[in-house]
């Protein structure tokens, strides 16, 4: 288990601007930094793996594209793009996005996949808002109107990659960037419907009251589970026993957490205590049950968020960079904590991750200690992550997961 994680020696905590000693090392001294130079040092670090990553995933207008998705494929360069042009609103990098995000819409016509991290909801969706931000009305009605003819199969799973949550995610970000009634709640209320009919229907009394399966399995992580799918419903309009459902999801979680405070993939691997990943297992669960902590004002909510993310501190700097099993998604569980409590030795815990990454991860994916990620330069495999969480440290009071959270 122990050659999942780099063991973490981080000291407790290192205030800010004190005196460094000769014999630091430059991982001490970066934590050691004021806080305004230190985020030059991210911003600029991600500025340059962003023309990097250019380099890698994107050739030139017209080039066939073998995935467009933003988990792995070229949308996740153009997400990153666009982020980049919020923080220093490069207009190069706005115009690059919107010729990815173009080629990206061929590349999805036919996709009979439909949310925002791995299907055409994505596309139109970032379509659509980055040609608010170039003032261009053709295209942003063009997007729209392609994101209005996805049709949802009935099939369809639940979960946020493949399934319902994940194209109601897109309209949540349409609506927050374009305006709320842009995907009217009559359209969005209809699929919630569907949520919460295929969850009671798995759920139930005396167990956990909504329960979902993604390919056989009932996962309970961010990316295929319970998590991630509690995480959406939270944002959307619901009734009061649907948010009692919601609730009451969350409290079975917690009760049938491991003893370690991590929590199992699936209802079916109770066992193996073993991923720490915002994929599967405390980090995902972390973010959610921070969300939770601000809906319900429980505080039950926030302590499991602190005990999830005390497991991330001791058992979350994984070998590996990206955002959904890497420790750049982990960061943000602190991030999430710090702004829901203002504790600033959350802000810590994610500059240490963030530092760890921006001192030694070239230098220990080139040495073979560190997996550079089957899609190294990708969103949520690869370097694209820790890029697009060096540019949120810029000001980490705003930070927030890729899209998963608002
Ligand atoms: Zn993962």
């Not at 919020?86 to 919107?98: A, G, I, M, P």
Request: glycine content about 10%; some cysteine; charged content about 20%.
């Amino acid at each position: 288990m122990a050659d999942r994680f780099f063991p973490n020696v981080f000291p407790d905590f290192v205030p800010e601007a004190s005196p460094s000693t000769p014999q630091e090392d430059s991982l001490t001294k970066l934590l050691a930094m004021p806080y305004a130079p230190l985020s030059e040092r991210f911003k600029r670090a991600a500025l340059d793996l962003k023309e990097t990553i250019i380099i890698e995933t994107w050739g030139f207008p017209g080039q066939r594209i073998p995935d467009f998705t933003l988990y792995c494929g070229v949308l996740g360069t153009a997400f990153l793009l666009f982020k980049s042009y919020q923080v220093t609103n490069n207009k190069n990098d706005l115009n690059l996005c919107s010729q990815i995000v173009k080629a990206c819409d061929s590349a999805s016509l036919g996709s009979s996949d439909v949310t925002f991290i791995c299907g055409r909801a994505g596309v139109c969706a970032l379509g659509a808002v980055v040609a608010k931000h170039v003032g261009d009305e053709q295209s942003l009605r063009y997007y729209l109107d392609q994101f209005e003819k996805i049709k949802l199969p009935k099939n369809l799973p639940d979960e946020l990659l493949y399934g319902r949550v994940g194209f109601l995610w897109a309209c949540l970000f349409l609506n927050k960037h374009l305006g709320q009634g842009t995907i009217p709640s009559i359209y969005t209320a209809a699929v919630v419907d569907e949520i919460i009919k295929s969850g009671r229907a798995m759920g139930g009394k005396g167990r956990c009251p909504l329960m979902f399966e993604w390919y056989g399995e009932k996962y309970w992580g961010a990316a295929h589970g319970l998590a991630g799918i509690m995480h959406v419903l939270m944002d959307m309009e619901l009734k009061p026993d649907e948010l009692e459902d919601v609730k009451g999801t969350l409290k079975y979680m917690i009760n049938n957490r491991f003893p370690s405070g991590n929590y199992p993939a699936s209802e079916e691997d109770k066992k193996r205590d073993v991923l720490v990943h915002w994929c599967h297992g405390a980090p995902g669960i972390a973010l959610t049950l921070v969300k939770a902590a601000k809906v319900f004002g429980d505080q039950t909510f926030l302590d499991a968020a602190v005990n999830a993310a005390e497991v991330v501190w001791n058992r979350g700097l994984l070998k590996r960079v990206g955002l959904c099993h890497g420790i750049s998604g982990n960061a943000y569980v602190f991030l999430s904590l710090y702004q829901l409590t203002g504790n600033i030795e959350y802000l810590y815990r994610a500059k240490s991750f963030a530092c760890f990454l921006l001192d030694s991860a070239h230098k220990l994916i080139s040495q073979g200690e560190m997996h550079g990620g089957d899609r190294p330069y990708s969103m949520f495999e690869g370097l694209g992550g820790m890029a697009y969480l060096f540019l949120d440290l810029v000001d980490p009071s705003q930070a927030k997961f890729p899209a998963y959270d608002l």
